[in-house]
């Protein structure tokens, strides 16, 4: 009910001193006399006069602090894109760096309505499966590579991490999916390839 009261009477101030800034929550530090007021905004703001107003209201010393969008949403929570608690609000404590390459090695739509949080920003859980992305696709062809099938050329076109398998496409658009366990890299001849077994099964 304290804050609710603060976060009231600060705002009421923001107003009167019409200043461009969000106030997003308060809080009132325990066995000092200190309150605390988050607020972001878009531009640098001179909030000097506002504590000066506010310390006269509330007897104690006053700290604005401004935070960005991704703090935001960790400090007064909200439901993200796939129905639940956003992350950085129910379990993480620091918003770790995101980036779109997380997106792009996981094979996500590149959708920015798809893999953004309600702050706007990438979502935090893009990087929780990043390294295991990475490390297995360290032990397959990347997307690109050409691989000789008995007398022609296929193209990897994609990596599934998930199914554990490798999309491949020859000249003529044919498609042959090719689990992990059938591909290796030859390190005399230093180049990837089709175990035979799996090249019989298929084309014989």
């Known amino acids: 009910i304290k804050e609710d009261q603060a976060l009231k009477i600060c705002r009421e101030k923001i107003k009167k001193h019409n200043l461009e800034m969000k106030l997003i929550t308060t809080h009132f530090l325990l066995g000092e006399p200190k309150v605390l007021f988050f607020f972001t905004a878009d531009v640098r703001v001179d909030f000097r006069d506002l504590v000066k107003d506010l310390v006269s209201v509330f007897k104690m010393r006053i700290e604005l602090r401004q935070i960005g969008v991704r703090d935001e ?23 770790a760096p995101v980036s779109i390459k997380m997106a792009k090695e996981q094979n996500l739509s590149l959708n920015s309505a798809k893999i953004s949080g309600a702050c706007g920003r990438l979502l935090c859980c893009l990087a929780y499966e990043y390294d295991n992305y990475v490390e297995e696709k360290a032990n397959c062809p990347a997307e690109g590579t050409r691989i000789k099938i008995g007398y022609e050329l ?15 496409q020859d000249i003529d658009g044919r498609i042959l999916y090719v689990p992990f366990d059938e591909i290796f890299y030859n390190e005399e001849n230093e180049h990837w390839e089709i175990s035979e077994e799996f090249v019989k099964e298929i084309f014989d």
């Open 73 to 95: 949403s960790r400090l007064i929570g909200g439901l993200s894109v796939c129905g639940r608690d956003c992350c950085c609000h129910l379990f993480t404590d620091k918003p």
């Open 154 to 168: 296929w193209r990897v076109s994609e990596v599934n991490i998930l199914s554990h398998k490798i999309l491949m």
